[in-house]
Structures are given as C-alpha cells and as structure tokens.
C-alpha cells in the first residue's frame, strides 16, 4: 500500500481544514506532510487522526510538520520546579523534543489538546505540546 494511500484521511482532513501551503511527498518510504495550519484545533485533528491509523505513532512512516499560523491563544506560564520543559512534536513522552520553554516562561497556548497535553508556542517560536500540568494559566 503506497503511503499517501495509508495517510488518506489525514491528507484530505488537512486540505479540509485550510492548511495553507500544504506539502505532501514520499521520499524513501516516509512520507512528509508539512503546511500552516488555521488553528491548534486543526493540527489536533491531525495529530489525532494520525494516532488512529498508526496507534501510538509506532510504523516511523510518516513526519507530521505542520504548525498553526497565527497564534491567538491565552497565556500560560511554565511553572517547572528548576528545569525547562521540554516541547514535543506530538502529545505524548515517546515524541521527539523539539523545543524547550524555561522555568517561569510565558508561553502561548493555542489549544488545549486535551487535560494532559497543550499545543504550545514559545516567543521565540519553538512549537508543539507541553504537558499541562507544568503550565499555569495567566
């Protein structure tokens, strides 16, 4: 099965959702979806359709690099102990760091994923989902 044919929802989910600059291509069995989304809702969706055909992200076949355009959401403020906390491409602690927010950073919250994990975006533009419970609404 060709992966665009494997990642179908997902692809039509993004062209449905207004994913501006949507790039889809297949290099060496992986296949890469990278765009703009509208809103942290949207790339939820996509994280969540993404984790029904591949449960916990575990066939390594596809890279989800899509990141919302504009943010607009509320504040929050890292509330670690010492450390940074850490930004992960996906929600959930097998994800990769992609970023890291430090002890009492103020953050942008684009959408609450769910009561573990916040879409996040930091000042200097390192996005992606931060567990919540080291983060405080401002």
């Known amino acids: ?9 997902l ?6 959702s207004g994913v501006q600059n ?4 297949e290099q060496n069995n ?3 979806v990278n765009g ?6 949207a790339k939820d ?3 969540n359709i993404y984790n029904k055909i591949d449960p916990d992200y575990r066939a390594g076949d596809l890279v989800l ?16 102990k010492e450390s940074n906390l850490n930004i992960r491409k996906g929600p959930g602690t097998d994800q990769p760091i992609v970023g890291k927010a430090a002890h009492d950073e103020i953050v942008t ?5 769910n009561q573990q994990w916040w879409l996040i975006k930091t000042d200097g533009g390192a996005e992606g989902y931060a567990f919540s419970q080291y983060l405080s609404p401002q």
């Open 11 to 16: 692809i039509t989910a993004a062209k449905n």
């Open 65 to 80: 690099d899509v990141n919302v355009s504009a943010p607009s959401g509320s504040k929050a403020k890292v509330v670690t």
């Open 30 to 32: 992986v296949l890469y």
């Open 36 to 41: 703009d989304a509208p809103s942290g809702a």
């Open 45 to 47: 969706n996509l994280w």
């Open 22 to 25: 949507l790039q889809v291509r």
């Open 109 to 113: 919250v684009l959408n609450q994923t």
């Open 1 to 9: 099965m060709a992966l665009q044919d494997k990642y179908a929802e």
